[in-house]
């Protein structure tokens, strides 16, 4: 639920937060956050899925979890998407099962680009792992880095008012009748002109990743 102050001082943190809560709340209808006591027997055996993951020592390496942690990530991960990899049709359906009241579509789709880091139109298990590792688990600057991928639509570099606005109403439609007070029309469009004016250092028209994560760290 969206505040005044909110509303005047930080979506920046509200885009930020929502990014890791909706990736929480993906994982758990995935299967992927029951990090029980079980034993977990190595289940990177896979006979029929067209994506073979990486060697669970690599991952182990590349990553903030551990071996039985990823053991149990991947069994969740390979229950809920057999192939291997997942789509973008099914995160946009995983978004709108905890966000029925609003529009997810446009959320899920930047969401599922910047994941899906080498841009084949899928995110298979190394990518989702990496992003998890960095959001649940990353340092503020590598949280923050991530957080500057997704607002960067276009993946120049600079992230300009058109994106931002776009992330903006994104999150909006995704919030839907969760917000309150009731937002006009133009607020996202006001909001963005507010975070230019803090960030855009140089008054340049583009936000740079040192802007934004030294305007977000302050």
Known sequence: MLTLEWESEGLQTVGI?????????????????????????????MATVRHRPE??????????????????????????????????????EI????????????????????????????????????????????????????AFNLYDINKDGYITKEEMLDIMKAIYDMMGKCTYPILKEDAPRQHVETFFQKMDKNKDGVVTIDEFIESCQK
């Open 95 to 146: 978004y709108s099962q905890f966000f029925p009241q609003g529009d997810s579509t446009t959320y899920a789709h930047f969401l599922f680009n910047a994941f899906d880091t080498d841009h084949n139109g899928s995110v298979s298990f190394e990518d989702f792992v990496m992003g998890l590792s960095i959001l649940l688990r990353g340092t503020v600057q590598e949280k923050l880095s991530w």
């Open 17 to 45: 937060v929502v990014i890791i809560f909706a990736s929480l709340k993906l994982l758990h209808l995935l299967g992927l956050i029951d990090f029980s006591e079980d034993t977990v027997e190595d289940e990177m055996e």
């Open 55 to 92: 060697a669970l020592e690599l991952l182990e390496a590349q990553s903030k979890f551990t071996k039985k942690e990823l053991q149990i990530l991947y069994r969740g991960f390979k229950n809920e998407c057999p192939s291997g990899v997942v789509n973008e049709e099914t995160f946009k």
